[in-house]
């Protein structure tokens, strides 16, 4: 999971944070609403780590509320804590299945993030299997099949490698506004197979000669 992936939803993230935490906001108690306004206001500044301690703290006061809980991963993970994130993402994925909603935007954010933030960590059991729910419930959306296989990628099975970088450049219209497959050429986690001649040949049909 690579630098590449991280960070191509910097310009998304602060738009939905502005609506989402507006909403929050407006039909919360004053002081809810005070700490939810400077709490946006401090990550739309990328002061993530004031964001983080109001997200939090309002994550702790309402703990149903979805919003507060996954931006306060969000701010984490801007922070590169991953680890650290993983615990208020999986807090966020597990109020959405008791009725909390998001947007589909949203929920392809926390799943990307997520996977990315348990393939840093290590987790790469949790990753994968995260990437295959996403990719049942969502099989249109390319970085899902990218995700997978940057994580087989560090198994070292170069079968499903190749086959959900396929699938992933199938999907490529279908990226959120303002994102793009990164090109697996340049993304650390399939360079032990820039020399494989499979690799070679995929990458040359996909997206020609380097």
């Not at 910097?10 to 939905?16: E, G, R, V």
């Not at 004031?50 to 306060?72: C, G, K, T």
């Not at 994130?85 to 589909?104: C, F, Q, W």
Request: charged share 20%; aromatic share 10%; with cysteine.
């Amino acid at each position: 999971m690579t630098a590449i992936i991280r960070k191509r939803f910097c310009l998304l993230l602060p738009l939905l944070l502005y609506t989402s935490a507006l909403c929050l906001a407006q039909a919360a108690p004053q002081s809810d609403q005070q700490l939810a306004e400077q709490a946006k206001r401090a990550y739309l500044a990328g002061d993530y780590a004031s964001a983080e301690q109001d997200f939090h703290q309002l994550a702790q006061r309402q703990p149903s509320n979805i919003v507060a809980v996954m931006y306060w991963g969000h701010a984490l993970f801007q922070q590169q804590k991953y680890s650290q994130a993983v615990g208020p993402y999986e807090k966020a994925r597990e109020l959405e299945k008791t009725g909390k909603t998001l947007s589909d935007e949203q929920r392809r954010i926390l799943t990307d993030q997520l996977t990315i933030a348990y393939g840093i960590s290590g987790q790469l059991k949790q990753a994968n299997a995260l990437l295959h729910e996403a990719i049942k419930q969502d099989p249109g959306y390319p970085l899902n099949y990218y995700n997978l296989a940057c994580a087989y990628a560090e198994e070292g099975n170069k079968r499903e490698v190749l086959t959900n970088l396929s699938l992933a450049f199938e999907h490529k219209d279908h990226v959120l506004k303002g994102e793009k497959i990164p090109d697996p050429r340049s993304d650390s986690s399939f360079q032990k197979y820039l020399q494989d001649p499979d690799f070679i040949q995929l990458m040359n049909k996909l997206e020609g000669p380097a």
